[in-house]
């Protein structure tokens, strides 16, 4: 459950709608969360650049601009979180399991996008639990599921969903604590 104010899964989705990006809202959100958890700072660069995300839109109104702003100082803060509150933003728990799990997979590959566009990979400094926890996250960036005995398939995505929330965790802490500055450089 979210918090008033607090920028949930369905106000991102209207926002990529707006703005034409041809992403998920998981998938936008994973990649804020990538790229700050890898080292970047979106403080002074339009997210969107940033991320390399290119709507059809020209240019996003001043509301979407303040969306995306608070956004990222929401990502930020739920990273940074000593109580380890911070989740990926996905579909709630009334959505089918195929649509929560492939909101899984969008959120992974974005995140990895993010990750890899904040340059931190470019970085030897990543202990190898965190190597271990990139590969994990790719490997859940590529699957696609079959499902069967509904429970267990519950159960499997509640552990898939953690392990991600813990690992974007770790790679933040990681990340953080090296003071890796973001390369911000555009492939």
Sequence with gaps: ???A???GHDD???LIVRLQLGIEASDLHGSVCGYLAGGGSLRDVPVLAALQLDGEAVSPAPDDRILLECLVRQCETELADP???FEPLLPEDD???AERAEATVDWCRGFLGGFGLAGATAHAQLSDEAREILRDLGMIAGSSFDFGDEEEDEDALIEVQEFVRMGAMLLHTECAAHGQPASGARH
Excluded: F, Q, V, Y
Aim: avoid cysteine; charge should be neutral.
């Design 1 to 3: 459950m979210k918090a």
């Design 5 to 7: 104010g607090t920028i």
């Design 12 to 14: 991102i989705d209207a």
């Design 83 to 85: 109580e380890l509150g």
């Design 95 to 97: 959505r089918p399991l």
